[in-house]
Protein backbone atom coordinates (compact mmCIF):
# COMPACT_ATOMS: atom_id res chain seq x y z
CA UNK A 1 0.00 0.00 0.00
CA UNK A 2 2.95 2.42 0.87
CA UNK A 3 4.37 1.51 -2.27
CA UNK A 4 1.23 2.09 -4.61
CA UNK A 5 1.22 5.70 -3.02
CA UNK A 6 4.67 6.48 -3.38
CA UNK A 7 4.88 5.70 -6.71
CA UNK A 8 1.70 8.17 -7.22
CA UNK A 9 3.30 11.02 -6.30
CA UNK A 10 4.96 13.14 -9.02
CA UNK A 11 8.47 11.90 -9.56
CA UNK A 12 10.52 14.96 -7.92
CA UNK A 13 13.85 14.72 -7.38
CA UNK A 14 16.16 12.02 -7.50
CA UNK A 15 19.77 11.51 -5.95
CA UNK A 16 21.78 8.31 -6.49
CA UNK A 17 24.70 9.43 -4.18
CA UNK A 18 28.06 9.87 -5.89
CA UNK A 19 26.82 8.48 -9.01
CA UNK A 20 26.70 10.21 -12.75
CA UNK A 21 23.04 10.09 -14.30
CA UNK A 22 24.20 7.07 -17.02
CA UNK A 23 24.81 5.28 -13.06
CA UNK A 24 21.68 6.02 -11.31
CA UNK A 25 19.80 5.14 -14.54
CA UNK A 26 21.00 1.83 -14.17
CA UNK A 27 20.57 1.14 -10.54
CA UNK A 28 17.50 2.71 -10.79
CA UNK A 29 15.65 1.27 -13.56
CA UNK A 30 13.88 2.96 -16.38
CA UNK A 31 11.56 5.74 -15.15
CA UNK A 32 7.94 4.88 -15.06
CA UNK A 33 5.84 4.84 -18.40
CA UNK A 34 3.25 7.85 -17.12
CA UNK A 35 6.54 9.86 -15.68
CA UNK A 36 6.33 13.24 -17.47
CA UNK A 37 8.79 14.07 -20.09
CA UNK A 38 10.71 17.05 -17.41
CA UNK A 39 10.95 13.96 -14.87
CA UNK A 40 12.83 11.87 -16.77
CA UNK A 41 16.84 11.52 -15.55
CA UNK A 42 18.71 15.20 -16.71
CA UNK A 43 15.61 17.08 -17.33
CA UNK A 44 14.50 19.56 -14.35
CA UNK A 45 12.09 18.80 -11.86
CA UNK A 46 8.98 20.15 -11.76
CA UNK A 47 9.22 22.93 -8.49
CA UNK A 48 6.72 22.53 -5.61
CA UNK A 49 3.50 24.56 -5.46
CA UNK A 50 4.42 27.75 -2.98
CA UNK A 51 4.13 26.88 1.06
CA UNK A 52 4.10 22.84 -0.47
CA UNK A 53 6.25 20.13 1.16
CA UNK A 54 6.06 17.30 -1.24
CA UNK A 55 7.60 13.54 0.10
CA UNK A 56 10.14 12.78 -2.87
CA UNK A 57 8.85 9.74 -4.63
CA UNK A 58 10.15 6.33 -3.84
CA UNK A 59 12.74 5.52 -5.65
CA UNK A 60 12.91 2.08 -7.57
CA UNK A 61 15.88 -0.63 -6.43
CA UNK A 62 17.03 -2.35 -9.51
CA UNK A 63 17.91 -6.19 -8.19
CA UNK A 64 20.33 -6.90 -8.24
CA UNK A 65 22.14 -4.00 -8.57
CA UNK A 66 24.36 -3.20 -11.28
CA UNK A 67 26.89 -0.68 -9.81
CA UNK A 68 29.07 -0.89 -6.52
CA UNK A 69 27.76 1.23 -3.63
CA UNK A 70 28.47 4.73 -4.19
CA UNK A 71 30.21 6.41 -0.98
CA UNK A 72 28.00 7.98 1.57
CA UNK A 73 28.43 11.38 2.71
CA UNK A 74 28.26 12.88 5.68
CA UNK A 75 25.21 14.60 6.82
CA UNK A 76 23.50 12.70 3.85
CA UNK A 77 20.10 11.13 4.63
CA UNK A 78 21.91 7.61 3.93
CA UNK A 79 24.30 8.65 6.29
CA UNK A 80 22.25 8.72 9.19
CA UNK A 81 20.36 5.24 8.04
CA UNK A 82 23.78 3.69 7.92
CA UNK A 83 24.54 2.85 11.50
CA UNK A 84 21.87 0.59 11.88
CA UNK A 85 22.99 -1.80 9.53
CA UNK A 86 26.10 -1.71 11.48
CA UNK A 87 24.38 -2.31 14.91
CA UNK A 88 21.89 -5.02 15.40
CA UNK A 89 18.66 -3.18 17.25
CA UNK A 90 20.15 -0.06 17.50
CA UNK A 91 16.90 1.75 16.70
CA UNK A 92 15.56 0.52 20.15
CA UNK A 93 18.51 2.11 22.02
CA UNK A 94 17.33 5.16 23.93
CA UNK A 95 20.15 7.12 23.18
CA UNK A 96 19.68 7.33 19.87
CA UNK A 97 16.75 9.04 20.23
CA UNK A 98 18.27 12.00 19.18
CA UNK A 99 18.26 11.00 15.20
CA UNK A 100 14.51 11.09 15.18
CA UNK A 101 11.48 12.79 15.15
CA UNK A 102 7.56 12.05 15.23
CA UNK A 103 5.83 10.13 14.45
CA UNK A 104 8.93 7.27 14.83
CA UNK A 105 9.94 9.18 18.07
CA UNK A 106 6.64 8.74 19.94
CA UNK A 107 6.46 5.06 19.18
CA UNK A 108 10.10 4.72 20.21
CA UNK A 109 9.92 6.46 23.19
CA UNK A 110 6.12 4.74 24.51
CA UNK A 111 8.45 0.98 23.43
CA UNK A 112 10.73 2.62 25.90
CA UNK A 113 8.46 3.30 28.22
CA UNK A 114 6.89 -0.93 28.31
CA UNK A 115 9.79 -2.45 28.34
CA UNK A 116 10.91 -0.02 31.62
CA UNK A 117 7.54 -0.76 33.53
CA UNK A 118 8.75 -4.79 32.88
CA UNK A 119 6.05 -5.47 30.43
CA UNK A 120 8.51 -6.79 27.69
CA UNK A 121 9.20 -5.51 24.33
CA UNK A 122 6.68 -3.79 22.17
CA UNK A 123 8.89 -3.53 18.87
CA UNK A 124 10.72 -6.01 16.89
CA UNK A 125 14.95 -6.21 18.06
CA UNK A 126 15.41 -5.95 14.33
CA UNK A 127 13.26 -3.89 12.65
CA UNK A 128 16.12 -2.55 10.30
CA UNK A 129 15.86 -5.42 8.50
CA UNK A 130 12.75 -5.97 8.49
CA UNK A 131 12.67 -8.77 10.90
CA UNK A 132 14.51 -10.97 9.17
CA UNK A 133 17.08 -13.68 10.17
CA UNK A 134 20.14 -11.73 11.17
CA UNK A 135 23.24 -13.05 8.89
CA UNK A 136 25.67 -10.34 8.92
CA UNK A 137 27.69 -12.14 6.19
CA UNK A 138 24.80 -12.05 3.54
CA UNK A 139 23.69 -8.79 4.97
CA UNK A 140 26.42 -6.74 4.20
CA UNK A 141 27.33 -9.10 0.92
CA UNK A 142 23.81 -8.01 -0.58
CA UNK A 143 23.20 -4.69 0.84
CA UNK A 144 22.05 -1.66 -1.31
CA UNK A 145 20.99 1.51 -0.81
CA UNK A 146 19.74 4.81 -3.23
CA UNK A 147 18.30 7.96 -1.23
CA UNK A 148 15.79 9.95 -2.49
CA UNK A 149 15.91 14.51 -1.61
CA UNK A 150 13.13 16.75 -2.34
CA UNK A 151 13.77 19.93 0.15
CA UNK A 152 13.59 19.01 3.93
CA UNK A 153 11.83 15.43 2.95
CA UNK A 154 14.12 12.34 1.83
CA UNK A 155 13.64 8.68 1.72
CA UNK A 156 16.74 5.87 1.75
CA UNK A 157 15.68 2.81 0.21
CA UNK A 158 18.06 -0.11 1.34
CA UNK A 159 17.30 -3.98 0.10
CA UNK A 160 18.98 -6.85 0.55
CA UNK A 161 18.70 -10.41 0.79
CA UNK A 162 19.00 -12.95 3.78
CA UNK A 163 18.58 -16.71 2.97
CA UNK A 164 17.42 -15.96 -0.84
CA UNK A 165 14.72 -13.58 0.38
CA UNK A 166 14.88 -9.92 -1.30
CA UNK A 167 13.77 -7.38 1.30
CA UNK A 168 13.19 -3.63 1.10
CA UNK A 169 12.78 -0.81 3.67
CA UNK A 170 11.75 2.80 3.41
CA UNK A 171 13.30 5.22 5.94
CA UNK A 172 11.55 8.66 5.80
CA UNK A 173 13.88 11.56 6.97
CA UNK A 174 12.73 15.25 7.63
CA UNK A 175 15.64 18.11 8.06
CA UNK A 176 15.31 19.75 11.49
CA UNK A 177 17.50 22.54 12.27
CA UNK A 178 20.19 21.51 9.42
CA UNK A 179 20.13 18.03 10.48
CA UNK A 180 18.59 14.72 8.90
CA UNK A 181 16.63 13.09 11.56
CA UNK A 182 14.54 9.81 11.05
CA UNK A 183 10.38 10.12 10.89
CA UNK A 184 9.29 6.66 9.99
CA UNK A 185 10.38 3.04 8.66
CA UNK A 186 8.48 1.12 6.08
CA UNK A 187 8.24 -2.38 5.17
CA UNK A 188 7.74 -2.63 1.13
CA UNK A 189 8.19 -6.15 1.39
CA UNK A 190 6.31 -6.82 4.54
CA UNK A 191 4.06 -4.14 4.69
CA UNK A 192 4.06 -2.57 7.59
CA UNK A 193 5.64 0.49 9.10
CA UNK A 194 7.02 2.04 12.15
CA UNK A 195 4.21 4.61 12.80
CA UNK A 196 1.17 2.18 13.03
CA UNK A 197 2.63 0.77 15.97
CA UNK A 198 0.92 1.22 19.18
CA UNK A 199 3.17 0.48 21.76
CA UNK A 200 0.84 1.53 25.09
Given at each position: ?F????L??????????????A?????????????????????A??A??????????T?P??????????P????????????F?????????????????????????K?D???????G??L?????????????L?????L???E??????????????V???????????????????I?????V????????????
Amino acid sequence: MFRRLALALPTLCLLAVGMSGAAAQGLLGPPPANAPAETVPGGAPPANPPGVAVEPTTPPLAWPPSEPAAPVLPGSPTAVVKPFYEHLGLELDPSQRKNFVDPAKTVLDKSDAVRASGQGECLDPNMALDNADYDKLAIDKSLKSIEAVNGDQAKVVVAFVVEGNQHRLEWKLKKVDGAWKISDLLSVTGEWALSQYQCE
